[in-house]
């Protein structure tokens, strides 16, 4: 059965009530003024796991991340599954609203090599990037997450931030790209033809998110997102310069833009596989599109930060959310892209029209079109923002 429209969407709380820039200098001030304080080593800040005498682990999500009983809220089978399984009490909590304010949450911790009281946190690749980049985060031992070895998809191996697979492991992905509204307005292809035909004229929105709307822009150039120079950057910046003055684009948004494009108020937008999955279940003719030239690929990765003192039981559920059964029981719910091999096969069992979603379960095709953005050092990240949210008027 189809997960009816949740009313907001885990990826969509990304952008909050301020600018990404005022967020970025709020949040990076410690990291960017005083970096040597706010570094941690492995050496120098060590954590002691005490997994073999206390059978715990407190875990910290994103709201509605998890499988959910529809009769009884309170329950989460797959969870719940893992508890009686292993006899490791979870407390779980979703106290994970937005990356940047997290980040305040914990800064002055994790800098001060003192612990957050959570084992597992869960956060997108760029601020999992920053925490892996100060040092924040314990490294996993391999032995004890074979599945993550066994089941990761091939396209999230080998991340700029985690080559080694060993910081951060993908909770679930998503795919940025376009979408369209077929009631009011025709079939959509390419992020030229969102950015300059006439017909959409002020009824587009780009999304907030610098890394999703500048990723597609940089792909649309012919440059790869992945690895690309300040020169491309500044190309792709002056193109949505130019779609913003001409008043081809509206505004920008988190995910807001879902009841504007389900309604018809917007026609086309850069929007979020997730979101528009849960919309193509009220109505058909509300698309998503990978763009020819690429779509941008994300993922909120499980870590264990300094100091967690459960981390072979965090490594324990990090395991078990990568058997495809599991895996699949989590895909049914949330719909965003399942990051483990042969979850696809299980989720046939489940529903199989879930299971032939390509926004779910992405074939080659699409995967080989995907880029994750480039893992960006505390001076780019700055000037990046910057200059984005100059453009976008936030």
């Known amino acids: 059965m189809r997960t009816p429209l949740k009313p907001f969407t885990r990826r969509g709380l990304l952008t ?47 709201p509605q991340y998890m499988d959910v009983d529809e009769k009884d809220e309170s329950k989460r ?15 779980y909590t979703e106290d994970i609203n937005d990356n940047n304010e997290f980040f305040g949450k914990v800064q002055n911790q994790l800098a001060s090599c003192q612990s957050t009281d959570r084992d597992i946190i869960v956060l997108t690749d760029w601020m999992a990037a920053r925490m892996i980049r100060l040092g924040w985060i314990q490294k996993l031992d ?24 060993r910081i951060a492991i993908p909770w679930q992905s ?3 790209g376009l979408a369209y ?22 009824k587009v929105t780009a999304l907030s998110e610098m890394r999703d709307t500048m990723g597609l822009l940089l792909q649309s150039n012919g440059h790869d997102p992945a690895n690309f120079t300040g020169a491309q950057f500044d190309d792709a910046l002056n193109k949505l310069k130019k779609a913003v003055d001409s008043g081809q684009i509206r505004k920008f948004t988190g995910n807001d833009y879902a009841p504007d494009l389900a309604k018809g108020d917007i026609a086309a937008c850069i929007g979020w596989s997730g979101d528009v ?3 193509t279940g009220e109505d058909e003719k509300i698309k998503f ?17 300094n100091k967690a003192t459960h981390k072979a039981n965090a490594e324990a559920l990090i395991n078990y959310y990568y058997e495809p059964a599991v895996a699949a029981q989590l895909a049914a719910y949330v719909n965003y892209i399942c990051p483990v091999k042969g979850a696809q096969a299980e989720m046939e069992k489940i529903d199989p029209e879930l299971a032939a979603n390509p926004l779910i379960f992405p074939d080659e095709a699409l995967l080989s079109k995907s880029k994750v953005f480039m893992a960006l050092d505390e001076k780019q990240e700055k000037e990046y923002e910057t200059k984005f949210q100059q453009v976008i008027g936030a």
């Open 174 to 176: 998503g795919l940025a």
């Open 16 to 62: 909050g009530t301020l600018s990404s820039a005022a967020l970025l200098a709020a949040g990076g001030a410690l990291a960017g003024c005083g970096t040597k304080a706010a570094t941690q080593t492995e050496e120098g800040c060590k954590s002691e796991d005490l997994s073999a005498t206390e059978k715990k682990l407190a875990f910290a999500n994103w």
């Open 289 to 305: 599109v990978s763009p020819e030239s690429g779509v941008m690929l994300f993922s909120d990765n499980m870590m264990v930060p």
């Open 142 to 165: 391999p032995a004890k997450i074979p599945n993550v070895a066994a089941n990761l998809l091939p396209s999230l191996i080998n991340r700029s931030f985690d080559p080694d697979n």
């Open 77 to 91: 089978p797959s969870l719940d599954a893992f508890v009686q399984k292993t006899g490791i009490q979870v407390t």
């Open 277 to 279: 999955i849960q919309l």
């Open 181 to 202: 509204n077929g009631n009011v307005t025709k079939e959509l292809r390419t992020v030229d033809e969102l950015l300059t035909r006439p017909d959409l004229k002020g």
